[in-house]
Each structure stands twice: as structure tokens, then as C-alpha cells.
């Protein structure tokens, strides 16, 4: 049962993944508003004196992966939205294919392009001045990782909600994507916003996560901040599991 599970899995994920193979430069265009931001906003944050005291790459970057992550896994469920009204899905629910697989295969995928998007991001800012902690880059891609998978499989369910014409899926992605990202502090600290804004940014689990990024990638594990952002990932990836494998064998 275990093996078989594995081999659906497998299949789910290659058929997902292929698409990508063929056309890597999708890949890249996908990432074409954090490279932007990262060469055309990052320099001029490089003028300024920082933000808490880092140097302003230390504190930027991390923001770049967390916003990479809400407009990359967070629009996950749209593949799955054209495989339900183009009537592949309909398809594939005839195979003998593990339904739970079929949720795990494309949330695998998204776990694989996350990693490979956030290490070129890395890689490219580390000529621009990026000074990472070792350590603290494998454990920041980590909670990236965890926090991706949750998104990508909540995204999947509520592809699922949005049958048959995908209005519901547009609406809500695009009512959270700006406000999620807004108020989590990516590109500016909203600890300089007005007092509604920092209560508002306080209930954006986005945040913590962006906070524990940076200490992380700082070299700060035992920052109190780590903590609140792995209990945060955690949360989300463990709901976003649950809810999509409930959808799924629940029936599409």
C-alpha cells in the first residue's frame, strides 16, 4: 500500500513537473517581480542605514523568499483549476491513482520549484552583498519549505471550492495575496506605520515568518522571533495539509 502510494505519488509529480522541463524559461518568468525588486528596489535600500540595525541585503532578502512564496505556491491551485474545467482532472479520478497522492504529487512540485527559485534568488544576491549564515540559509529554506506546502495545498482547495468557473479562486487569491504581503513587513518595516497598522500586522501570521527568516539568515537561531515563525509555518502547513487531503477524499 506504501509503495504503491510512493509510485502514484511519483506519477503525479512527474506529470506535474514535466510541463516545467520543457519550458525552463517559464521557470524564470515566474520570477520576474522579485528579481526586480531585487535589482531595481534592493539598491536603493542599500543607500539607507538598514533596518533593526542589519545591513539592509540582511534584511531584504529574506522578505524577497517570503514574498516569492505568497505569489508562487499561494497561485498553486491554478493548474489544478485548468485540469477541472479543461476536464483532465475528470480523467485522472478514473485511474487507479491514490486521491491523497494526487494532492501530495503537485504539492511536491511546488515544494521542488520554491527550493530552486529561493536558491537562485540567494545566489544572485550574494554579489550585491548578501551575507547569509550558512546554517542559517538551510534552516530558513526549511520553514520557506514548510510555510510553501501549506500555501500551495490551501491554494489547491480552494481551486476545488472554485468550480466549476473559477471566479471564487481569483477573487479570493487576489482579495489576500496584496494585504498578506503588505502587512508583513517585505519590503518595509511596519513597525514605521501608524499604530492600526502594526495591530493589523500582528495577526498576519506572514509576519513572524518573515521575522524568524531574517534572524535566521542572520545567524540568530535562538532569537525569540524563530520561534514564533516556526509555530506560524507549521500552522499553516499543517492546515493546508489537512484541509487539502479532507477536499480531496472528499471527492473532486
Partial sequence: MTRQFVR???TVFVREVAPVLRAPVLLFLSMVQPLLLLFLFGPMLAGTGGFGGGAPWQWFVPGILIMMCLTGPMMAGCSMLIDLMGGSMERMLVTPLNRTAMLVGRVLKEFVILLVQAVLIIGLALPLGFRPSPAGVLAGLALLIVFGTGLGALS???????????????????????PLMLLSGVLLPTDYGPGWLRTAAAFNPVSYIVEAERALFAGRPADLAVLYGVISACAVGAAGLAFGTRAVRRGI
Fill in 8 to 10: 502514484d505519488v511519483a
Fill in 156 to 178: 489547491f482547495v480552494l481551486a476545488i471550492a472554485s468550480r466549476p468557473d473559477g471566479n471564487l479562486f481569483w477573487g479570493v487569491t487576489q482579495m489576500l495575496l496584496f
